[in-house]
C-alpha cells in the first residue's frame, strides 16, 4: 500500500482524505489497480473516524477514483479508467449547464478536424475496413431518420476511435449524446444524401493518407451542417 502525503487539512475529515488521495492521484502517486487498505486501516493513518472514513470512500467511489470491496480479501483500490463514464458524466454536466447547441456544434468541429486529420495518418486496415463499412449502412438509411442518425454518429466517432487518442473519443462521445437529438431532428432523406456524400469524402482523404485534406473535409462537412442547422433561427432573430 502506497504512503500517502497528506494534503493540506480541509474543513471535513473526510474531505481532506478525499483530498488526499485525489492528490496523490494526480501527482502519479497512486495508479489504477492500486491497493490503499481498508475503511479501518485509512481512518487510522488519517488519525479519523471510520464514519470520517466511509464517508471520504463514498463520495471518492462516486467520481469514479475508487472502488471498494467488502468481505475477504475486499478493501479500497484505485478504480480502472472509463471513457464511458466520463463520456457520460461530461454530456449530463453540459446539459445542466444549459450549453447552447451552437457552442456544442462550434466544439464538435475543433474536436473532429484533429480527430480526421489523425485518423489520416494512424488509422489501421481494420479501422478503414469499419469507416467503409459504416458509409455503406448510412447510403442504406437514407430514408430512416432515426436509424440514419444513429449510424451517421457512428462514422464520426469511428473516425475519433481511429484517430487512437482516447482524450478525443471521450470528448466526442459526450458531444454526441447532445447533438443526437438535434441531428435525429433535422434530417431528412435530402439532407442524408448530402451527408452521406460528404462521408464517402472523407473516407477517400483518410485512405489516401492525406491528413490536411481530411481535416479540410470534416471543416467543409462540419461547416455546412452548421449553416443548414441555424440558418432558419438565425432570421427568426434578424429585426423586422
Given amino acids: 500500500m502506497p504512503k500517502l502525503r497528506l494534503a493540506p487539512r480541509p474543513a471535513s475529515l473526510s474531505g481532506h482524505i478525499a483530498a488526499t488521495i485525489r492528490e496523490a492521484l494526480f501527482s502519479g502517486e497512486i495508479r489504477s489497480g492500486d491497493f490503499l487498505g481498508t475503511e479501518a486501516s485509512l481512518a487510522g493513518e ?11 470512500l463514498r463520495s471518492l467511489a462516486a467520481t469514479g477514483i475508487v472502488e471498494v470491496r467488502q468481505g475477504a480479501g475486499g478493501g479500497v483500490r484505485v478504480a480502472p479508467g472509463n471513457l464511458e463514464r466520463f463520456g457520460d458524466a461530461l454530456a449530463i454536466q453540459l446539459q445542466l ?9 462550434e466544439a464538435q468541429m475543433a474536436l473532429e478536424a ?9 488509422s489501421t486496415s481494420s479501422d478503414r475496413k469499419r469507416l467503409r463499412r459504416l458509409v455503406e449502412e448510412s447510403a442504406d438509411l437514407v430514408r430512416e431518420p432515426e436509424r440514419f ?16 487518442n482516447r ?19 433535422r434530417t431528412n ?15 477517400r482523404r483518410i485512405e489516401s493518407r492525406d491528413g490536411a485534406g481530411a481535416r ?12 443548414r442547422g441555424f440558418a432558419r433561427s438565425r432570421k427568426k432573430r434578424k429585426p423586422a
Fill in 216 to 227: 479540410r473535409s470534416m471543416c467543409f462537412h462540419l461547416e455546412g451542417v452548421r449553416s
Fill in 149 to 164: 442518425t444513429t449510424s451517421a454518429l457512428g462514422f464520426h466517432l469511428a473516425i475519433a476511435e481511429a484517430s487512437h
Fill in 97 to 105: 449547464l444549459g450549453v447552447k447547441e451552437l457552442e456544442v456544434i
Fill in 167 to 185: 482524450i478525443l473519443v471521450a470528448q466526442l462521445t459526450a458531444l454526441h449524446h447532445v447533438l443526437r437529438p438535434l441531428y435525429a431532428r
Fill in 114 to 122: 484533429t480527430s480526421a486529420e489523425l485518423a489520416a495518418e494512424r
Fill in 46 to 56: 488519517f488519525g479519523v473516524s471510520r464514519m470520517a472514513s466511509r464517508d471520504a
Fill in 189 to 203: 432523406r435530402d439532407v442524408a444524401a448530402r451527408v452521406v456524400d460528404a462521408h464517402a469524402q472523407l473516407l
